[in-house]
């Protein structure tokens, strides 16, 4: 059944349905590929796509020219393709960009450029200049935006010993291209004990922040998260994955690891959590969740994503996108059906659904590294890595899952 789902795609090349989406067939994000030419789309919090109006905006790092750098391509939904690329980053070598949508077509980016990070306002058209908001020893920034809330930029930054999560509110007004510099704050007061790394940003539509990071102040890895109101000051930090210490793991270190959250703020007041969780270390790493209604403040019990037909196989690169009206979407990889596809789950009336495996991004080769994001109508935008074999050169591909409405229930 799900091979015969990947297949379908050739035989109705306009539109294949993945449950509540109808997917278009793929397309090339770059023409830059090749026998030497590597894609990462490797964001903190896995932003690596986002939609302001009618253009949606892919940020990655590449190669192409012997050096790391960071790039932006822009399609405009009454274009067939995108536009061609340019490069965000300058500086020796650039990593792991970031994007979050602004308004009228912009876009934020965020990246990691010779040790420090930087930001700048991108469009189909124009591009800001860039500006520097952390020196040597910074990385993995990560990006949100909200009319009320604003646009903050939250990133890793070494703090003696360990490195700590600080986090950045930039002044940015509707249809400009230039940001202003803010007050960067650390998001948790307490002292160090461990490294906080690869930071997630929800901006609210009720004007608060909320923001998660993988923390190793235990001795192992968990999800710690932490929440601002409309005043930016944020509260003491709480832990967001549930821990299981039992005969089986016991004996296996000092505990289970979770790793790379990914945040998406939702109606109002509420936000969800998508994490790496090895729980059961037998199987790997499995997809779990998490939801708060508050602001952050609090977040329910962890939740499986993925469905029993991967439980013997782990889950990697989990992502997660919502329109903000409550639809909401995962996606992750994994080779269940004996190589790397991309997988789809949405919560439904009665717990998670079935998964299934995205028309398009599934089959021969590795499909992997996905992101997505949710447009205004709850179109599903997705990005993701191609490969013909696991240490083949890439390719970088998207392509859109338009919206039934009807088969979406997003009850929690």
């Not at 997917?23 to 789309?41: L, M, N, R, S």
């Not at 990593?95 to 077509?105: A, K, M, N, Q, R």
């Not at 089986?248 to 109606?267: I, S």
């Not at 196989?313 to 190589?339: C, E, F, M, Y």
Request: glycine share 12%; aromatic share 8%.
């Amino acid at each position: 059944m799900i091979r015969a789902l990947a297949v379908a795609i050739f035989i109705f090349p306009a539109t294949v349905s993945a449950a509540p989406w109808q997917f278009d067939q793929p397309i090339d994000v770059t023409p830059v590929h090749g026998a030497k030419v590597f894609h990462h789309v490797e964001a903190a919090g896995r932003k690596s796509i986002a939609v302001s109006g009618a253009s949606v905006a892919v940020v990655w790092e590449d190669n192409r020219d012997g050096v790391s750098r960071c790039y932006v391509a822009v399609k405009r939904s009454a274009e067939s393709g995108f536009e061609a690329d340019r490069p965000v980053s300058g500086g020796k070598e650039a990593f792991e960009p970031s994007i979050v949508s602004l308004h009228d077509g912009r876009f934020a980016v965020a990246w990691e450029q010779d040790g420090g990070v930087w930001s700048r306002v991108v469009s189909a058209t124009q591009m800001g200049l860039p500006l520097k908001l952390a020196g040597p020893g910074s990385s993995a920034a990560s990006a949100g935006f909200s009319p009320r809330a604003g646009l903050w930029i939250a990133w890793s930054q070494q703090d003696g010993h360990y490195a700590g999560i600080h986090a950045e509110k930039l002044g940015y007004a509707p249809a400009a291209d230039r940001l202003a510099p803010g007050m960067a704050v650390s998001v948790d007061g307490a002292p160090l004990s461990g490294d906080q790394l690869y930071p997630s940003v929800a901006a609210l539509q009720t004007g608060g922040v909320v923001i998660a990071w993988e923390d190793r102040r235990r001795g192992h890895t968990t999800i710690m998260y932490s929440h601002a109101g409309t005043g930016g000051k944020f509260v003491a930090a709480t832990q967001m994955n549930e821990t299981r210490r039992d005969a089986r793991n016991a004996a296996v270190g000092p505990g289970t690891g979770a790793m790379r959250v990914a945040l998406a703020a939702e109606a109002g007041n509420s936000v969800a959590a998508v994490w790496s969780d090895k729980r059961d270390f037998l199987s790997g790493y499995d997809v779990y969740a998490a939801f708060s209604s508050d602001g952050g403040a609090h977040f329910g019990a962890n939740q499986m994503v993925q469905d029993g037909f991967g439980d013997n196989t782990p889950q990697w690169h989990p992502a997660i996108a919502s329109d903000r009206r409550g639809k909401l979407a995962v996606v992750w990889d994994d080779n269940r059906d004996g190589s790397p596809d991309i997988w789809l789950a949405w919560p439904t009336a009665s717990g998670w659904s079935d998964n299934v495996n995205v028309p398009g991004a599934a089959g021969a080769g590795v499909q992997s590294d996905p992101s997505i994001a949710m447009d205004s109508q709850g179109n599903l935008h997705l990005v993701w890595l191609e490969k013909q074999a696991a240490d083949g050169p890439t390719r970088l591909r998207y392509e859109m899952g338009r919206a039934v409405a009807d088969r979406l229930n997003t009850q929690k």
